[in-house]
């Protein structure tokens, strides 16, 4: 049962597009486990651009079939959006793509929840909405992407969601949504002072697209199983990132699904020991997008340096992401958490030209040095780093193909990382194409039976 599972360590935006398409050409199948059109995976074949959100990224590898899991938070509008670009540029990615029918479905009440709560907090954190006339402090801004993640999850937890298997009959998918609604609008228009969502509106917008995409729907936990009992080789694609995670991240600013390795068993629908090797990306500095705490981060112009050699602005929204240093701490909880076997580091181009980088290996919190991640987010705001020097790659390598084009230095910085995290590193990326990759150890898929060629 070979599986290879490609999760993100930090907190998104880790280059995972990037290499699951470099090893989606190796697949038989690719699963996306969770998360929704919050993600951005980017992809870049020469001067082609992709950017996927709910697709896929073995999309583009020819024979393998790719299935958005149960585990999805499915904005059907918007997967129709990237299969019809892809059709318009003469990709039509249907004959490989299939649909869990037990995914939950965002719906137009989704998003509205999800900007109205964003909206209504203030930065003062003092609510302010319609009928409210105390003081209470509300809770800062997540600064989530509006894709209607939370709700989404929060309607599946508390069994109001609507799978994709709910609404494929139109008259249970109308009785479905009124409750559904009810609720909603009590507290857009009542306690938000938010526009209402109709229920025709959301039956016309929601309705044709799940048309659409009916032939695609099948059991999808089913067809993975069937195809690890058969030996063929399952590459799961995670999104997002560890320090994101509902349970086990910076909460409350992290996003609604589990984005460890840890979620990739239930958003798929298969065994947890369908999974033989986990790879954690993770650049070889740190960024975040949005609010929450961020104990590498470099405030000021460096900050903003870094941010502008690395083009950090986000795939999904194209807001500037924060940049910091590579925090050690943070990472060994994640590659411990998520039991990741081997590390791909990407972005250490973007850092060439330091003959020497920070590392943060432990956190300073007062009069305290920790150098386990906390989880109390007052400790992680008051953490102050505590760094140490790493080599640096002193030459340029961009694009870098073949061991010898990369300066000595890189691989002492990815000595220096190895041994802060006690992980070996798999692979080397040098730039965002898909060959811009060196691999530094042997087949990812291991003793594995599958039909590919060894990634
Ligand atoms: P994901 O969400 O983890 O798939 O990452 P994103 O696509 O949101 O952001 C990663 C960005 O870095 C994208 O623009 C990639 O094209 C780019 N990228 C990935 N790996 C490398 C690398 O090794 N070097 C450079 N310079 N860019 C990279
Ligand atoms: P990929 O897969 C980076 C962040 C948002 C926000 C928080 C909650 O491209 O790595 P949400 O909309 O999920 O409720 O927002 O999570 N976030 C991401 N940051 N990369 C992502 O995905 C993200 N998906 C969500 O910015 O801080
Ligand atoms: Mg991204």
Known sequence: MPGLLVVGLQWGDEGKGKILDA??????????YQGGSNAGHTVYHG??????????????????????????????????????????????????????ERAHIVLPHHKALDAAREDIRPPSGVFRGIGETDDAPMSQPIGTTRR????????????????????????????????????????????YGAQRVELDETMAEIGPAIDRIRDLVCDGGGLIRSRLADGKRV????????????????????????????????????????????????????????????????????GVALREAGAEFGATTGRPRRCGWFDAVAMRYA????????????????LAGRETIPIVTAYQIGDRRIESFPADVSDLEAAKPVTTDAPGPATPF????ERSAVPEGAFAYVGAVEKAIGRPVSMLSTGPDRDALIRLTGDLWGESTGSGPTA
Do not use: M
């Open 47 to 100: 001067e082609k651009k992709f950017v996927f959100h709910l697709l896929p990224t073995g999309v583009l590898a020819d024979g393998v079939t790719n299935v958005v899991g149960n585990g999805v938070a499915l904005d059907v509008v918007q997967l129709l959006r990237e299969i019809d670009e892809l059709a318009a540029s003469g990709i039509d990615v249907t004959p490989r793509l299939r649909i869990a």
């Open 148 to 191: 209607g993640i939370g709700p989404c999850y929060a309607d599946k937890a508390a069994r109001l969601g609507i799978r994709v298997v709910d609404a494929l009959d139109p008259d249970r998918l109308e009785a479905r949504l009124h409750p559904v609604l009810k609720e909603a609008n009590a507290l857009l228009a009542g306690v």
């Open 398 to 401: 961009l694009d870098a193909r």
């Open 235 to 302: 590459l799961f694609e995670g999104a997002q990132g560890a320090l994101l995670d509902i349970d086990h991240g910076t909460y409350p600013f992290v996003t609604s699904s589990s984005s460890t390795a840890l979620g990739a068993a239930v958003g798929s629908g298969v065994p947890a020991r369908a999974v033989d090797h986990i790879v954690g990306v993770a650049k070889a500095y740190t960024t975040r997008v949005g609010a929450g705490p961020f104990p590498s981060e470099i405030h000021g112009p460096e």
């Open 335 to 350: 590659v411990e958490l998520s039991g990741v076997d081997s590390v791909c580091l990407t972005k250490l181009d973007v």
């Open 23 to 32: 090893l989606s050409s190796t697949a038989d199948v690719v699963v996306r």
